[in-house]
Each structure stands twice: as C-alpha cells, then as structure tokens.
Nanobody
Framework: QVQLVESGGGLVQAGGSLRLSCAASGRTFSTFAMGWFRQAPGKEREFVGGISWSLGNTYYADSVKGRFTISRVNAKNTLYLQMNSLKPEDTAVYYC?????????????????WGQGTQVTVSS
C-alpha cells in the first residue's frame, strides 16, 4: 500500500520561501514518477512540477519555473518542493503524487497515488 504524506505548508509573506516534504512509503520508489500539484479554491488541480525518481530529471510548469525546485532523498524515500519568491497566486493546497513509471508525468489523471495535501498561503 503506497502512502504519501505531505508536510511543510503554512503561511508566508510574498517573497518568502517554504519547503514542502512528501514522505513516501509502501513501495520501492526508485522506478516511480513523482509529481507536485496544487489546487486553489474554485480552480482545478494543476501540475507544478515532476521528477523521475530513478533518473533525477525534473520538469516544471512555466508559472513556477526558476522559483520552485524538486528534489528527492533516496535513503529517506522523501520528495521535496523548495518554493522561493512566493507570490499570493501560489496560494493553494499542494499535493504529492506518484505512479510506478520511469518518465515524468504531467497530468492529474496519470497518477495512481496521492497524498492528503498541505495548505500553502502567501500573503501580500
């Protein structure tokens, strides 16, 4: 049973930084695609960024490129999302997602497993 547990959300002022964590368990994630998504009130869930766990390559949405960075620590089975230069429009619930494939996936429907989400609020 795959479990994904996000943490690290909170309230931050515009221009600040947060680091989200996604603790993964239940499988060996070395062959997984992992993704970060977000959902603001009244909006659809959208892709933020993704990583191939085995290859380490990443891909980001244009809206966060240059500000957000995804990384993983294999020994801890933990995925991170470092968010810098935060803007009020980054306010959303952030979700971690996983699927047992090697390449990066961009769409909500392509992921099999989801965490419960963590709230990020950026004040102006």
């Amino acid at each position: 049973q795959v479990q994904l547990v996000e943490s690290g959300g909170g309230l931050v002022q515009a221009g600040g930084s947060l680091r989200l964590s996604c603790a993964a368990s239940g499988r060996t994630f070395s062959t997984f695609a992992m993704g970060w998504f977000r959902q603001a009130p009244g909006k659809e869930r959208e892709f933020v960024g993704g990583i191939s766990w085995s290859l380490g390559n990443t891909y980001y949405a244009d809206s966060v490129k240059g500000r957000f960075t995804i990384s993983r620590v294999n020994a801890k089975n933990t995925l991170y999302l470092q968010m810098n230069s935060l803007k009020p429009e980054d306010t959303a619930v952030y979700y971690c997602a996983a699927r047992p494939v090697a390449h990066i996936l961009l769409r909500v429907g392509e992921y099999d497993y989801w965490g419960q989400g963590t709230q990020v609020t950026v004040s102006s």
